[in-house]
C-alpha cells in the first residue's frame, strides 16, 4: 500500500510550513505529498496559499516524492491555464507532479472571490470538456472543440509532459465515477464502506472498458483520518471525545470507523483498516490531516505511518 500525506493549507499555514512537511513525508519514505485547492476555510480567512503555485515551488524544493493536488476546481481556472501551468510544474519537477481535477464545490470562497459556481449538471458538463482539453493539450492531439471550451487545431501547447496523472475524486455513485473510468489515471475517494467503494468501482470499470482503456490500470486511492493511540486506553479517550463531537458514544463512534475502514485503534492494530482496503483494490492512502499546518505534529504521524506500513 503506497502512503501519502494530505494536508488542508485553507485552515492556515504558510508556504514555508508546508515545504517542511513536504521534506518530512519524503525523509520518511513516503510515495506521495498532497494539498487540497481553496482560498478559504468555509466562511474563514486563513494564510492560504495557492495550490498549484506551492507544488510549483516543492517541485524545486524536494527531489523523490510525488506531488499531488487533491483536487482543482475548474471553476479557478481555464483548461488552458491549467494546462500550461501543470506542464510547467511537470517540468520543474522532473515529473513528479499529478493534477487532480473537479468542478469545485464550496459556495462561500467563489461567493467572497466573485468566481462562478456552476449547477451540479453545467458542472459535470465542463468538467468533462476540462478533461478532454486536457488530454487534448497534453496528447498534442488535433485540439479540442467543445460547448464551453476550445482548443484550436494545430496548436501544440508546449512544453509537452511526457505523462501528467490525472486524478478524478468525489463522493457520487455515476457521474463522478464514470468520469474517473473514462479520464482519470487515480481514482480518489474518501474512506467509505466496502459495498459503496464495491458500487462505485464497478461504474468506474465499465465507463474504462467502453472508453477502450484498461480499468487495471487505474490507481484506486483512499483520503481520510486515523484514529490512532499509543495505547488501548488513549484509544478509548480519544473515541470518547471524538463521538462526542458527533453525539455518539465511545462504542458508536468506533463502529462509524469500523464500517468505513477508517484506520482505527493502537499502534498494533493501525495497519488492519489498510488491508481492508487492499483487498477491495486500494492501492494509496492518503492520511488526511484538516487542521492548520503548524498543528500538524510529525512527531505523532511518523509512529503511525511506520503502524500503516505494516
Known amino acids: 500500500m503506497e502512503l501519502g500525506l494530505f494536508t488542508e493549507p485553507q485552515v492556515g499555514g504558510s508556504y514555508q510550513r508546508l515545504r517542511d512537511l513536504a521534506r518530512w513525508s519524503e525523509a520518511q519514505g513516503l510515495e506521495a505529498f498532497a494539498r487540497s485547492d481553496h482560498y478559504l476555510n468555509g466562511s474563514e480567512s486563513a494564510n492560504a496559499t495557492d495550490a498549484l503555485t506551492s507544488i510549483a515551488g516543492l ?112 463522493s457520487g455513485m455515476k457521474k463522478t465515477p464514470t468520469m474517473a473510468g473514462r479520464f482519470a489515471d487515480e481514482y480518489n475517494m474518501f474512506a467509505t464502506d466496502a459495498a459503496t467503494l464495491e458500487r462505485r468501482l464497478e461504474v468506474m470499470r465499465q465507463a474504462a472498458v467502453e472508453a477502450d482503456r484498461d480499468p487495471d490500470a487505474i490507481k484506486i486511492s483512499i483520503a481520510g483520518p486515523a484514529i490512532i493511540a499509543g495505547t488501548e486506553e488513549e484509544y478509548r479517550d480519544l473515541l470518547a471525545e471524538r463521538g462526542a463531537k458527533r453525539d455518539l458514544s465511545a462504542d458508536e463512534y468506533e463502529a462509524f470507523l469500523g464500517e468505513r475502514n477508517i484506520p482505527r485503534g493502537t499502534l498494533e492494530t493501525a495497519g488492519e483498516a489498510i488491508e481492508s482496503y487492499a483487498a477491495l483494490g486500494v492501492s494509496r492512502f492518503y492520511l488526511q490531516e484538516f487542521k492548520a499546518l503548524d498543528e500538524i505534529e510529525t512527531d505523532r504521524l511518523g509512529p503511525l505511518f511506520r503502524a500503516l506500513r505494516g
Open 59 to 170: 517541485a524545486r524544493d524536494t527531489d523523490r516524492i510525488e506531488l499531488v493536488v487533491l483536487v482543482s476546481p475548474l471553476t479557478f481556472r481555464h483548461p488552458g491555464v491549467l494546462a500550461k501551468t501543470a506542464a510547467t510544474i511537470d517540468e520543474m519537477s522532473d515529473g513528479r507532479f499529478t493534477l487532480g481535477v473537479g468542478t469545485g464545490w464550496m459556495e462561500d470562497e467563489h461567493e467572497a472571490f466573485g468566481i462562478e459556481l456552476y449547477s451540479a449538471r453545467e458542472g459535470f458538463s465542463r468538467l468533462f470538456e476540462t478533461l478532454s482539453y486536457l488530454r487534448a493539450a497534453f496528447s498534442g492531439s488535433e485540439g479540442f472543440s467543445g460547448r464551453h471550451y476550445n482548443l484550436a487545431a494545430g496548436t501544440d501547447v508546449l512544453p509537452r509532459p511526457a505523462n501528467i496523472p490525472i486524478v478524478i475524486g468525489g
